[in-house]
């Protein structure tokens, strides 16, 4: 089950991955820097949502994963566009022996923007994180012999993907809760992390 499209103005463009105005809100505040109890309280939505968007609904996940590529995309650029300066200084610096701190701003620049990615990894498409999740599943049964006998053998990949879908999108609960929503039960099948 995907979350319903909401209904779109003329000549406006749906939103991403098929996520509610709520949603699209908090990936923007998660991608800015804000926690799960911030993004819930300038949202108007109860934590616990966020969680659960955040841990278990793949078009959330990747709506998120755009927003922060986006966000440190853009940081990159500007550390980028500070590096032609640094040159600059690290020049000037070399050239005369009184600028030391002028020298390790440089060094401290050219390091920032070095061959590491500054742009954190991680899958844009919600289908891509199915197939993860249903990946880390499977490999975990082949792992375990006893969990893949009591199963004579692993499910067909397209029924597996269905049911982790399924589980994912009950996990993450509905997509416009109201800001009063109860927190889940624990216990549930396949749930691994604690929402809190």
Request: aromatic letters at 4%; a negative charge; proline letters at 10%.
């Amino acid at each position: 089950m995907r979350a319903t499209k909401q209904p779109t103005p003329a000549g406006a463009q749906p939103y991403p991955h098929g996520l509610t105005l709520a949603q699209l809100n908090a990936a923007d505040l998660l991608a800015a820097g804000k926690n799960d109890t911030e993004t819930a309280d300038a949202a108007g939505l109860n934590r616990v949502t966020v969680t659960r968007w955040r841990l278990y609904s793949p078009e959330f996940r990747a709506a998120l994963a755009d927003r922060r590529a986006a966000v440190w995309g853009a940081a990159a650029d500007k550390l980028r566009a500070l590096l032609p300066q640094a040159i600059d200084a690290l020049a000037d610096a070399l050239q005369e022996s009184d600028t030391p701190d002028r020298v390790n701003v440089a060094l401290a620049v050219l390091k920032l923007a070095g061959p590491i990615p500054l742009v954190p990894v991680g899958p844009t498409d919600p289908d891509e994180i199915v197939r993860g999740v249903v990946e880390e599943e499977r490999q975990r049964l082949r792992d375990s012999d006893e969990d893949i006998d009591a199963l004579d053998g692993l499910p067909d990949y397209d029924s597996h993907a269905a049911a982790v879908r399924n589980r994912l999108v009950v996990l993450a609960g509905p997509a416009d809760p109201p800001a009063s929503v109860p927190a889940l039960p624990w216990g549930l099948p396949g749930t691994t992390a604690d929402p809190s």
